[in-house]
């Protein structure tokens, strides 16, 4: 249904003048190829006329079976998620249509991985934009395909210790906050309970180890407010607060 159809000449006399098709649909047509376009699954009794230079004619017959096509549909779970979330359920919403039924399911997830269940779930593995694809085949080996795009993005987190312990064992000896997603222009300021500032540092592999004025002399044991300026993949600007104690 709504493919072209070609039908051609078994055997041909250079005698006919006209050759002409009746589709058995309304359409028709004078060639000595026919090509029709069936709108409506069914039945067709297809009638080939020819016609001599002296007027004769004589008509054969035979049968088009038009077959239903195919309709391939799915809704994901979610179209945008986070790597922290990568699952994503797929239903199949494809319709065969009656009296037909569905044979047949491939999954391309985009990602170089398939499946070929009906409603599969899928664990992506990395961000990025994939496109996935469903094909159906149905009874009669007619076929449908349909696409949707998903995004797995980054994630953007931090993470910071309540404490350190900068005494010369090797052991929890900075104070550095981390996570997921930090991108560029990370800015981190250490403050003591007065206000005054005691460290900072716009590098996120320059950590503070427990050193204030410049690094002249050890902060002493004490709660310290600690402000960090981050941006995220999309370029979003984030700002953290947060207490960290300085143990000796």
């Not at 069914?42 to 239903?68: E, M, R, W």
């Not at 009296?99 to 999954?107: D, E, G, K, Q, V």
């Not at 981390?178 to 900072?200: A, K």
Request: hydrophobic letters at 35%; a negative charge; aromatic letters at 12%.
């Amino acid at each position: 249904m709504g493919d072209i159809t070609s039908f051609t000449i078994d055997s041909a006399s250079i005698n006919i003048s006209i050759w002409t098709w009746n589709y058995g649909d309304g359409n028709s047509s004078i060639g000595l190829a026919g090509i029709n376009e069936y709108m409506d699954t069914g039945i067709y009794n297809v009638v080939l006329t020819a016609t001599n230079i002296n007027g004769c004619t004589d008509s054969s017959s035979n049968i088009a079976i038009v077959n239903p096509l195919p309709l391939s549909d799915f809704s994901p779970s979610t179209t945008i998620t986070s790597i922290l979330n990568p699952i994503i359920d797929f239903s199949d919403l494809s319709l065969p249509p009656s009296p037909a039924s569905i044979l047949a399911w491939y999954w391309n997830f985009g990602d170089g991985t398939s499946d070929s269940i009906q409603h599969p779930t899928h664990t992506y593995l990395d961000t990025g934009k994939y496109q996935v694809q469903l094909s159906i085949i149905n009874q009669y080996g007619c076929s449908d395909q349909t696409m949707q795009i998903i995004y797995i993005e980054p994630e953007f987190i931090l993470y910071a210790p309540n404490s350190f312990t900068p005494n010369n064992d090797d052991i929890n000896e900075t104070f550095i906050p981390s996570g997921i997603g930090i991108e560029n222009n990370f800015e981190m300021f250490i403050f003591d309970r007065w206000g005054d500032l005691v460290f900072e540092s716009s590098d996120i592999n320059n950590p503070w180890r427990g050193f204030a004025n410049n690094g002249n002399k050890e902060a002493q044991e004490d709660v310290y407010v600690w402000m960090v300026f981050a941006t995220d993949h999309s370029s979003k600007k984030h700002k953290f607060l947060g207490h960290v104690t300085l143990i000796r």
